[in-house]
């Protein structure tokens, strides 16, 4: 089973990597940019076959390791087996 | 328009942060993980309605910096307005 998570800065909080980002992409002299965020993106390929149980582990995982609870949201998909 | 972008290691290309998070996770206690790879996930708010147009010109910019071709792949979608 795929689990695939989705780490992303909460509204409102700063990000300097997409602002950096951001600045980039004009210099390269691409226009029409209005806002960059960057975020992480994870899979995990998970032994077993309990897509719930597989769920709640990944979430989990999320809220002890993979995203800082305080100012990140996650977002967790179980590809089907 | 938003743009979402999701930037993986290419298959083969080994990848050390996952390694690291595979081994964090299974010294916090978790089992049956089998691997982890991880990945960027880059959102752009772009202005104008030309979705043609809009995925190009972020493919370019994957192509010209968000991305490196030789070890990483990327995946564009574009939300409708």
Chains 1, 2 share one sequence.
Do not use: W
């Not at 909460?10 to 980039?24: F, T």
């Not at 975020?39 to 582990?57: F, H, P, Q, T, V």
């Amino acid at each position: 089973m795929k689990a695939r998570i989705h780490v992303t800065f909460k509204a409102g909080v700063h990000d300097p990597q997409g602002k950096a980002i951001a600045n980039a992409l004009q210099g390269l002299g691409f226009s029409g940019i209005d806002a960059v965020r960057q975020g992480k993106y994870i899979e995990i390929d998970l032994a077993g076959s309990d897509r719930a149980a597989a769920e709640r582990s990944v979430k989990d995982m999320c809220a002890k390791l993979l995203a800082n609870p305080v100012i990140e949201n996650y977002r967790v998909d179980i590809d089907a087996p």
